[in-house]
């Protein structure tokens, strides 16, 4: 029997990506599994789907390396605050690093790379709300970010993340993050969740991170 959570989310992903006349083939659902287990995320697995996204590293190290003794085509994402203290099991476990937001990590995460000989794909948080609790570059210094210190440790930045404020509309947001993204080159926008990601496509979006619309509501207990 097909995933019911999964199949509405790719037949969404197709609907908005038709109607902002683009490929839905040119959206990736990274499918957060943050807070679920094996028994929640192996039908997923069954399905086919290989795209995941975890916010925690201690979290992913607990359960993924057996997943992928099953199916080791996984691709894992971490879309979560990454500590400088975690940099070397992060760079080790996730094939793509969502949150580098700050000089600090920048440096550890290139030191990393170049001890462990792994390169996962690289993205630059960026603040778009100006939050002061939120992680992330500010929109004005992202240019800068970019340069200085994403050039100067040699780091291949695949493209910018953002978080919207919840009560905000997110479309101005995706817009922003899209254009420092076109100025700087940089052709991957990770943005859009369970409740907006249609509109992050139709701003852009080339990954979306969805994943109470797919498992149900998570038990934080």
């Known amino acids: 029997m097909p995933h019911a959570g999964l199949a509405r989310v790719l037949e969404g992903i197709r ?3 038709t109607q902002a006349e ?3 083939d040119s959206v990736t659902l990274i499918v957060v599994s943050k807070t679920f287990d094996a028994p929640d995320i192996i039908p997923v697995l ?8 975890e916010n925690r590293v201690q979290e992913a190290m607990a359960k993924w390396p057996a997943l992928r003794e099953r199916f080791d085509d996984i691709e894992l994402h971490l879309i979560g ?11 080790a476990l996730f094939d793509a690093i969502h949150t580098v937001d ?10 990393e790379m170049a001890k462990q000989g792994r390169r996962p794909k690289l993205f630059v948080q960026v603040n ?12 004005a210094q992202a240019d800068e970010f970019l340069r200085t210190y994403a050039e100067g ?24 993050l899209a254009e420092i993204a076109a100025r700087n080159g940089l052709k991957s926008l990770s943005m859009g969740m369970s409740g907006d990601y249609p509109t992050a496509i139709a701003c852009g979006a080339t990954h979306v991170r969805v994943g109470s619309a797919i498992f149900g509501a998570r038990d934080y207990a």
Request: net charge positive.
């Open 46 to 53: 069954k399905e086919g789907h290989r795209t995941f996204g």
């Open 102 to 111: 700050r000089p600090k990590i920048a440096a550890a995460i290139a030191r």
């Open 22 to 24: 683009r490929s839905p």
């Open 128 to 139: 778009t709300g100006r939050e002061p609790q939120k992680a992330g570059i500010d929109p």
């Open 81 to 91: 605050p990454l500590q400088s203290n975690k940099t070397a099991e992060a760079v």
């Open 15 to 17: 609907v908005a990506a």
């Open 153 to 176: 440790h040699g780091l291949d930045i695949e493209g910018l993340m953002c978080i919207p404020p919840a009560r905000d509309d997110p479309a101005p947001h995706f817009r922003l």
